[in-house]
């Protein structure tokens, strides 16, 4: 295997040891406030572990579960509820919510002062706009990690698979603001692997096991798999990993570091409401 690991684990148990130090210093717990709706065991896996490291860093997690049937227009409040409480510092709703439910409008009961996992379309806007504001948690993460192993992007070509506002849209906005060259595909994308072969930077962002082969991969390239379905990320991993320079492991790539952006996002916001 010629690719070197980047190693999300390590990298985001550095950014938790400073957020750790941030909130030492801030003088209170921060307070994260999770939203779960249903039961769907992934969903429910992940809330715990965001629980858990909130903990860690010494953050307290305020659990909110919902029964599946829950409706937009209940769901909504009690988000609406969650913005208006002042010892609320950060908000998540756990993603994907159940078929019944607007997400969207979900999402827009988000203040954007605790939109700490960056969903709402404040967030997106200022995050295009290059004007600061909480990144969508999965790509500030992706954004990290390319940063913590100085991965040159200006003047790449990054090619992101996957366009859906939480991940594949912003990873493609983070990149162009470095200055790469970006080109999305989606599930109307005629010819995938051709596209995927010009990449110096591929973010994988779809959730379909293996759909991306490793043979379809630039030599060199740097791949970046956010994908999860069946604990098996969207590349082909083994022979992506012959011809790519530097890849993430699935897991133990873009997973840790979406918490620990989301995290350090929390005593961003607590910080800021100090
Ligand atoms: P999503 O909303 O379902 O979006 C999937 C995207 O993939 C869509 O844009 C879709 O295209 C595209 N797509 C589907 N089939 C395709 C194909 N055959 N070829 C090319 N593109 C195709 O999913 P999401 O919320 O963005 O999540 C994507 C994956 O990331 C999932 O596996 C999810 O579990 C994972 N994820 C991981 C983290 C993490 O922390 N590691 C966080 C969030 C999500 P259309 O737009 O044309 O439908």
Not at 106 to 111: G, R, T
Not at 142 to 150: F, G
Not at 164 to 177: F, R
Not at 180 to 208: K, Q
Request: aromatic content about 4%.
């Amino acid at each position: 295997m010629a690719a070197e690991i980047l190693d999300g684990r390590a990298v985001s148990a550095k950014i938790l040891d400073l957020v750790t130090k941030d909130v030492a210093d801030l003088g209170r717990k921060p307070v994260l406030a999770t939203v779960l709706v249903g039961d769907d065991p992934a969903s429910r896996t992940y809330v715990r572990m965001k629980a858990g490291r909130c903990a860690k860093v010494g953050m307290e997690s305020r659990r909110i579960e919902l029964p599946g049937q829950t409706t937009t227009a209940e769901l909504v409040a009690r988000i609406r509820e969650l913005s208006d409480d002042p010892s609320v510092d950060g908000i998540l709703l756990q993603h994907p919510v159940p078929h019944q439910i607007d997400e969207r409008a979900a999402f827009e009961a988000i203040a954007p002062e605790k939109d700490v996992d960056g969903v709402t379309r404040t967030s997106f806007a200022m995050m295009a706009f290059d004007e600061g504001g909480f990144a969508s948690a999965t790509p500030g993460g992706i954004m990290a990690l390319l940063d913590a192993y100085e991965i040159p992007l200006s003047g790449k070509h990054a090619v992101v698979v996957g366009r859906s506002p939480i991940l594949g849209k912003p990873a493609g906005l983070l990149l162009l603001a470095r200055d790469a060259t970006v080109t999305y595909c989606h599930s109307r994308t005629t010819d995938l692997p051709a596209r995927v072969a010009e990449a110096d930077i591929l973010v994988a962002a779809v959730g379909r096991p293996a759909l991306i082969r490793g043979n379809w991969i630039k030599r060199g390239a740097v791949v970046i798999d956010a994908g999860y379905a069946d604990n098996t990320g969207d590349v082909e991993y083994e022979a992506a990993a012959e011809r790519a320079s530097f890849i993430t492991p699935v897991p133990g790539g873009v997973g840790p570091m979406t918490i620990a952006v989301l995290l350090a996002q929390t005593a961003r916001a607590a910080r800021q409401k100090k």
